[in-house]
């Protein structure tokens, strides 16, 4: 069965770079480190240099695809270069259901993820094939003994389990979460002992006993439905509250108690302070009853200022106004301006008049004599053939 967790999937994507050279064509150019099985699996020491180290390898990724991807800086901003991440995620098709923020971490499930993805990618673009594992036949594998003793099994640790109950009579367990199902370790062949010295890199032996120690752990946990469990922890709140109940109701009694008498204090000193001060209280009263006839007496006076006020503001206004007529007029008086506008029109229109006279006696004086000559002329044609007359009337004329 495949494990998904992010720790098997970081092997996986080691075992694909590994087919893809990575160490001799990316890790010694870049001068960078190789990566270790729990590198992009949570947060490093510094999120920087692991959040430069996925985006480098993630452009050698998308080289090997060729495709074009401008690599990015160490100290570009990381919000951008989440941004054209994920666009470039889109570009090639890949499914990705991750936000830019999770591009961001540098580490977790989106980061393993696109990388064993890319790195398929990569695989195929390669045109890489992964061909049939040979097994070497060896005859002189030996079948190592199994000891039926040490077979671990549910039976027997209900067994232990039911013994240890029945003893102690303290805890009740009716389902206990293990499968039926016998866990015996597969037989390995054993090859012949040659040397007597180890021969397993202690460093990789540390590494699988953490993968393998988390997963043979056995937890065994209290049913919180089991009706037992609940009636013990009510038998003890019982308990509790019986040994506290005495204790707590005392000190509830005299409480009560000493409030009482305060009350009573209280009371009683109510009664002699009334008492002693009715007087001034009755003085109060009337002081008080003083008070809102005059502040009555104040509203009406002030709503009478602000008529007054208001009628003073608008005989100002008048009063401006007349000031203003009495000064234009006044202006208006001793200007001599438009006298002597008079003055000027006067004598234009004394020259007017003297020109008019001359042309009228002019024309009169034409006119009479034009009277006169047509007098003249009827005259003339009245005295007919007598010549004498008619020279001396052309000599008039002329």
């Known amino acids: 069965m495949q494990n998904n967790t992010p720790y098997y999937v970081m092997d996986d994507v080691l075992d694909r770079l590994k087919l893809l050279k990575y160490q001799p064509n990316f890790c010694k150019p870049m001068n960078l480190k190789p990566l270790t099985p729990y590198y992009f699996t949570q947060q490093n020491t510094n999120p920087n240099e692991q959040f430069y180290y996925f985006t480098s390898l993630f452009t050698w990724l998308l080289k090997l695809m060729n495709i074009k ?74 079948e190592a003994e199994v000891d039926e003793d040490a077979e671990v099994t549910t039976d027997s640790i209900e067994e232990v389990i039911s013994d240890e109950v029945e003893n102690e009579d303290e805890m009740f367990i009716d389902n206990l979460p293990f ?40 937890h065994i946990t209290n049913d919180n439905k089991d009706w037992r469990v609940h009636l013990d922890q009510i038998n003890i709140h019982n308990n509790k509250i019986t040994s506290s109940l005495v204790d707590t109701k005392s000190k509830l009694e005299r409480l009560h108690k000493e409030i009482e008498k305060t009350l009573e204090k209280i009371s009683s000193r ?41 009628q003073l503001s608008q ?25 002597a506008e008079i003055k000027q029109s ?25 009277k006169m000559k047509t007098k003249a002329l009827s005259d003339f044609n009245s005295y007919g053939n007598n010549e004498s007359l008619k020279n001396q009337m052309t000599y008039d004329i002329i």
């Open 69 to 142: 991807f401008e690599r990015p800086g160490q100290f570009d901003d990381p919000n951008a270069v989440s941004t054209n991440i994920l666009n470039a995620i889109k570009e090639t098709n890949i499914p990705f259901d991750y936000g830019p923020n999770k591009i961001k971490q540098g580490y977790g499930d989106a980061i393993i993820y696109l990388l064993v993805t890319l790195a398929d990618k990569a695989l195929e673009a390669k045109k890489f094939v992964y061909q049939k594992p040979v097994h070497l036949s060896n005859d002189n594998l030996e």
């Open 179 to 218: 499968n039926n199902q016998s866990q015996v370790p597969e037989e390995e062949p054993i090859k012949p002992a040659v040397s007597t010295n180890p021969t397993v890199d202690p460093t990789q032996w540390k590494l699988e006993v953490e993968k393998a120690a988390p997963l043979l752990k056995i």
């Open 270 to 310: 109510e009664a002699y302070i009334n008492t002693q001060f009715e007087s001034q209280i009755e003085e109060n009263r009337e002081i008080q009853d003083q008070l809102s006839i005059l502040k009555q007496k104040y509203m009406n006076s002030s709503a009478n200022v602000n008529d007054l006020t208001n």
């Open 315 to 339: 005989i100002s206004e008048d009063l401006d106004n007349v000031k203003l007529m009495i000064d234009e007029f006044g202006n208006g008086m001793t200007d001599s301006k438009p006298l």
């Open 346 to 370: 006067n004598s234009r229109l004394k020259n007017e008049i003297k020109q008019m006279n001359l042309r009228i006696g002019v024309i009169e004086h034409t006119l009479l004599s034009a």
